[in-house]
């Protein structure tokens, strides 16, 4: 006799159940299952509360990163603006470096004065990042040039028009750029220091970033950060981020492209609305955005944190893959319209071949974007500027703000 049948009865019953109650964590949490698999009751019992003897395996929690970004869109913001579109995939991998790896979601509220074409625009906290980086692209550098602008309503739409987490553990942050003061002579503002107060009350951190060398703002965003919990920090007008083109990016582009082709999406009609949007954002990226842009994507989609982002929601080859749900329990209607008229041995084969291609060109992406990261820096090393640079800053304020909540980076360098 083997150790599981001799437990009792009323054990055995109590072991089914409970393993049948970790069913759906199982489900939504595909990397428990090594812990499930190892799980055997022990070979005897002498206790006399079986519950006690009997536990389910612990599922670590992923921890929250929630950024949004207030950008300053007027005309003199150009140079950073275009640095931004460049580098928000960097930043995106810098904060995927953790341990362990995060659940990163971006927002962004673009900013400018009254009178302008807005004051505000708001895109809420995602971790489609493909989506927020498609509006991304979109913004341009135009009106202000009076000096101050809404830096009030900026700090207060990124604190109240944002859907923030309720997640006492995660990392919450702001970080404010710009390169003017805010108007204080707005009669119906909500002044910063009463937004920064409601931002302390939700737990988050705002950190300013000083575009230039203006000095009426510079006392304004040393006062926000101080407030706010935050780190302030300048950086040249045109954020001196750190650019490096390599003789990596444009194969993995291309890559990058063709991984992005192995997806099939299924659902019903407002999912697959959700979807083509994002495959919408997707191409635009492709078709608009620089290789070396494309190139961090693919490295950040290739980290545990960019999963979701490659994927998005109700993909077929992974959710098949995982076990998650079988081909033959989807609804005809709700596979995509190739799919639908071919036999379940087609339809297997399809995602099979889909499963096997994104295998191979992962393995591919993963080994050129290491020998990418390795000539980058080389060329850092080089520079005599780079610790100053926008990409240095920030993730020197993440490092340090995220310490003490259970998130280690061992990196001393952000991700270029």
């Known amino acids: 006799m083997n150790a599981s049948t001799r437990i009792s009865v009323p054990t055995k019953l109590l072991a089914v159940a409970l393993l049948g109650a970790t069913a759906a964590t199982i ?23 079986p519950e006690q003897s009997l536990t389910a395996p612990i599922v670590q929690k992923r ?11 007027t005309g003199s913001m150009g140079g950073l603006i275009q640095a931004a579109k460049e580098n928000i995939w960097s930043i995106a991998t810098t904060m995927a470096q953790a341990d362990p790896a995060p659940e990163i ?26 989506s927020v980086y498609s509006t991304l692209m979109d913004f341009e550098a135009a009106g202000g040039g009076d000096g101050p602008e809404s830096v009030n309503a900026a700090l207060y739409d990124s604190i109240h028009k944002i859907s923030w987490s309720q997640d006492s553990d995660a990392y919450r942050v702001v ?9 204080m002579d707005y009669q119906d503002d909500v002044k910063y220091p ?27 965003w040393q006062q926000i950060a101080q407030l706010a919990g935050g780190r302030y920090f300048q950086v040249e007008q045109s954020g001196s981020a750190v650019a490096v083109a390599t003789p990596f990016d444009d194969r993995i582009a291309a890559l990058s492209r063709s991984l992005d082709e192995t997806r099939v999406y299924y659902g019903n009609a407002e999912q697959k609305k959700k979807q083509m949007a994002k495959l919408k954002a997707t191409e635009k990226l492709h078709r608009e955005s620089s290789a070396a842009a494309q190139a961090k994507r693919a490295g950040f989609n290739a980290s545990g944190s960019g999963k ?28 995509p319209a190739p799919m639908q008229a071919m036999s379940p041995e087609e339809q297997k084969a399809v995602i099979a071949e889909k499963a096997q291609k994104r295998q191979a060109l992962k393995e591919e992406i993963r080994t050129l974007s290491k020998q990418r990261k390795d000539f980058i820096k080389k060329k850092v090393e080089a520079m005599e500027t780079a610790e100053t640079s926008l990409d240095y800053q920030i993730f020197g304020a993440v490092k340090e703000q995220t310490k003490d909540m259970g998130i280690t980076y061992e990196a001393d360098a952000p991700s270029l």
């Open 27 to 49: 489900a939504w949490y595909p990397e428990a299952e090594t812990a499930i698999s190892k799980f055997n009751p022990p070979a005897s019992h002498t206790a006399t509360n």
């Open 308 to 335: 979701k982002n490659f994927l998005g929601e109700g993909e077929l080859v992974d959710d098949v893959a995982s076990g998650r749900i079988a081909l033959e329990e989807v609804a005809v209607a709700e596979l």
């Open 175 to 183: 970080f404010l750029v710009g390169d003017a003061p805010p108007h």
């Open 194 to 220: 009463q937004s920064l107060q409601a931002a302390n009350a939700q737990g988050i951190i705002v950190n300013t970033i000083q575009c230039g060398e203006h000095q009426d703002t510079t006392l304004p």
């Open 63 to 73: 921890p929250k990163i929630e950024v949004v970004f207030a950008l300053d869109t």
């Open 105 to 130: 979601s971006i927002g962004l509220v673009a900013y400018r004065d009254r009178g302008d074409a807005y004051v505000t625009r708001v895109i809420d906290l995602s971790s489609d990042l493909d």
